[in-house]
């Protein structure tokens, strides 16, 4: 079992910037990938970024465009979600999750491939 904590939402003005972070109980953090998902009220969640075991990332280019930043500390137990020139678009609950990888080079972006969610941290961007 694995327990996911969310920290660092807020309510930030267009164009600031938040670091979102993510820490997982246990002692097998580095077996997973991780993945930052959002829900924006009356949306879909939607997958934001993804980092694999093997450090290496993927990004939801439609609307990340370079402006969000994952990273891992299996030191720490840790994932990261850096974000910068925030929009109001990008206002939501963002969730953390984990998905026990048997390949380090593995990730989805589909949320029903995870196996353990945070309970969220809201973001919320002022125009």
């Known amino acids: 079992q694995v327990q996911l904590v969310e920290s660092g939402g807020g309510l930030v003005q267009a164009g600031g910037s938040l670091r979102l972070s993510c820490t997982a109980s246990?002692?097998?953090?580095?077996?997973?990938?991780m993945g930052w998902f959002r829900q924006a009220p009356g949306k879909e969640r939607e997958f934001v970024a993804g980092?694999?075991?093997?450090?290496?990332?993927?990004y939801a280019t439609d609307f990340v465009k370079g402006r969000f930043t994952i990273s891992r500390d299996n030191a720490k137990n840790t994932v990261y979600l850096q974000m910068n020139s925030l929009k109001p678009e990008d206002t939501a609950v963002y969730y953390c999750?984990?998905?026990?990888?048997?390949?380090?080079?593995?990730?989805?972006?589909?949320?029903?491939?995870?196996?353990?969610w945070g309970e969220g941290t809201q973001v919320t961007v002022s125009s």
């Open positions: 999750a984990a998905d026990w990888a048997y390949s380090s080079a593995y990730l989805s972006t589909a949320d029903d491939a995870y196996d353990y």
């Open positions: 246990g002692r097998t953090f580095s077996m997973y990938a």
């Open positions: 980092i694999r075991r093997s450090g290496s990332s993927t």
